[in-house]
Every structure is written in structure tokens, then in C-alpha cells.
Antibody
Framework: EVQLVASGGGLVQPGGSLRLSCAAS????????MDWVRQAPGRGLEWVGR??????????EYAPSVRGRFIISRDDSKKSLFLEMNSLNTEDTAIYYC????????WGQGTLVIVSS | DIQMTQYPSSVSGSVGDRVTITCRAS??????LAWYQQKPGRAPRLLIY???NLQSGVSSRFSGSGSGTEFTLTISSLQPEDFATYFC?????????FGQGTRVDIK
């Protein structure tokens, strides 16, 4: 069974930083590109970015709204995906989901990030 | 960026009704269109990928069609478990983008 367990969310002040993690199991992590998707409370879905696998040199893609502030990385030895978020603002408040590359059947439960003073 | 315009934003239906949701892309997306269902407090669930391919385990009352810039999701006969919000998503080019969502609720 595929499992994607996101963690690291919480309350952070505007301008602050936070690092999210996603622990993967139940599939060959190294075979897959991985994405982050977020959803502001009561709002729609927004793709955040992608981290490709080793075969694709771990290259990344980002949504314009986060490019230059967020960094996606992975540690294949730990089967983990990361999202480092900097210069956070209130518009970054959302549930953050990790997924296998979209379109995906496999989504984690999400972790809630609240940016507020 | 490719904009995805989804409509209607909400639709009310009764059990047994046929429901159609439309997604229009701001440019051609080579049929790289997926549909998701989301229920409150849950992660999205993939229903359809590449416009018309039914994800394994998804009921055949869901179907997808379209080409170019116009795509539809059809629920042939609404069931109680289908009351949810539905999103389209293009995977043709980065940044991937979603439609605004369509809430299907009980009439």
C-alpha cells in the first residue's frame, strides 16, 4: 500500500521559514517524480512544484507564486521529499500535500501551514 | 501559464441525475487533462487521466471526453457518494494548473 505521510506544518509568522517533509512507502521511491500541491482553506488546489528523480538529475519545477522562495528536494536513501519554504506570507496558508507526479492516485494526508502574526 | 476555467461552479442534482462539468483551457493541452473528486477533509481522488482514461477502481458512471481546449466530466447517474467537489487539472505544461472546482450537492 502506498503511503505518503507529510509532516512539519504549523504556525509561522509572516517572513518566516518552515520545512515540510513527506515520508514515502509502498512503492519504489527512486522511480518516481514527486510533486507538492497545496490548498488554502475553503479554496481550490494549487500545484506548488515538482522534484524529478535521479535519472532526471533531480531537476525541479515551481509555480510562479513560490519560485525563488520555496525549494523542493528529496533524499532517496530516506525515501523522503522535502519542501523548504522561505519568506512566507499569509497567502501561503494552506494544507500542503505531497503526491506522486500528477496526475496521481497517491496523495498524502497533508500538513497544515498557517502563516499569521 | 495555462488557465483552466471550470464551470459550473456548483450544480445541484438528485440521485439518478446525469451531471456534466466542463473545463476550458486557455490553450491546447494535448489531452493532458485529469479529473479529481474531493470530499471535505480528504485528499483529492483521481478519477480520469489523459482526458478519458478511467482510473482503476473508479466507477464506470464517470466518464471524460474532449479535445483541444474543451473537456467534460460526466456522471451518468448520480449516486449519494458522488456528492463532492470536482477539479480538472492540466498536465500539458508547467506550471500545472487546476480548475476552480465544481461542487455537486443534493437538490
Amino acid at each position: 500500500e502506498v503511503q505518503l505521510v507529510a509532516s512539519g506544518g504549523g504556525l509561522v509568522q509572516p517572513g518566516g521559514s518552515l520545512r515540510l517533509s513527506c515520508a514515502a512507502s509502498g512503492f519504489i521511491f527512486t522511480d518516481h517524480y514527486m510533486d507538492w500541491v497545496r490548498q488554502a482553506p475553503g479554496r481550490g488546489l494549487e500545484w506548488v512544484g515538482r522534484c524529478r528523480n535521479k535519472d532526471a538529475s533531480y531537476t525541479t519545477e515551481y509555480a510562479p507564486s513560490v519560485r525563488g522562495r520555496f525549494i523542493i528536494s528529496r533524499d532517496d536513501s530516506k525515501k523522503s521529499l522535502f519542501l523548504e519554504m522561505n519568506s512566507l506570507n499569509t497567502e501561503d496558508t494552506a494544507i500542503y500535500y505531497c503526491t506522486r507526479a500528477l496526475p496521481s492516485t497517491d496523495w498524502g494526508q497533508g500538513t497544515l501551514v498557517i502563516v499569521s502574526s | 501559464d495555462i488557465q483552466m476555467t471550470q464551470y459550473p461552479s456548483s450544480v445541484s442534482g438528485s440521485v439518478g441525475d446525469r451531471v456534466t462539468i466542463t473545463c476550458r483551457a486557455s490553450q491546447g493541452i494535448n489531452n493532458w487533462l485529469a479529473w479529481y473528486q474531493q470530499k471535505p477533509g480528504r485528499a483529492p481522488r483521481l478519477l480520469i487521466y489523459a482526458t478519458s482514461n478511467l482510473q482503476s477502481g473508479v466507477s464506470s458512471r464517470f466518464s471524460g471526453s474532449g479535445s483541444g481546449t474543451e473537456f467534460t466530466l460526466t456522471i451518468s447517474s448520480l449516486q449519494p457518494e458522488d456528492f463532492a467537489t470536482y477539479f480538472c487539472q492540466q498536465a500539458s505544461s508547467f506550471p500545472f494548473t487546476f480548475g476552480q472546482g465544481t461542487r455537486v450537492d443534493i437538490k
